[in-house]
C-alpha cells in the first residue's frame, strides 16, 4: 500500500521559517518526481515547488522563488520543503505529490499537513 505522510506544518509567525516532510512508503521514491502543491481556504489548489527524480532539477512557483526550497533524500525516501520569510498569504493546507518518472498518470497524494501564518 502506498502513503505518503506529510509532518512539520503548523503555526508561524510572519518572518518564520518551517521545514515540511513527505515520507513516502509502498513506492521507490527514486523513481518518482515529487511535488508540494497548497490549497488556501476558497482556493484551488495550486503547485509550489517540484523535483525530479533524480533531485537535480527543481521548479518553484513565482510566489516562493527565493523563499522556499525543495529537496530529497532518496535514501529515506523523503522530499522536504524548507520555507523561510513565510508571510500570511502562505497560509495553506500543504499536500505531497508523487508521479511516476515515466507514466504521470501513476501519482498519489498525502492528506495534507497545515501551514497558518499570523502573528
Known amino acids: 500500500q502506498v502513503q505518503l505522510v506529510e509532518s512539520g506544518g503548523g503555526l508561524v509567525q510572519p518572518g518564520g521559517s518551517l521545514r515540511l516532510s513527505c515520507v513516502a512508503s509502498?513506492?521507490?521514491?527514486?523513481?518518482?518526481?515529487m511535488y508540494w502543491y497548497r490549497q488556501a481556504p476558497g482556493k484551488e489548489r495550486e503547485l509550489v515547488a517540484r523535483?525530479?527524480?533524480?533531485?537535480?532539477?527543481?521548479n518553484y512557483a513565482d510566489s516562493v522563488k527565493g523563499r522556499f526550497t525543495i529537496s530529497r533524500d532518496n535514501v529515506k525516501n523523503t522530499v522536504y520543503l524548507q520555507m523561510a520569510s513565510l508571510k500570511p498569504e502562505d497560509t495553506a493546507m500543504y499536500y505531497c505529490?508523487?508521479?511516476?518518472?515515466?507514466?504521470?498518470?501513476?501519482?498519489?497524494w498525502g492528506k495534507g499537513t497545515l501551514v497558518t501564518v499570523s502573528s
Open positions: 505529490n508523487a508521479r511516476h518518472y515515466a507514466n504521470t498518470a501513476i501519482n498519489y
Open positions: 509502498g513506492i521507490t521514491a527514486s523513481y518518482y518526481g
Open positions: 523535483i525530479n527524480s533524480s533531485g537535480g532539477s527543481t
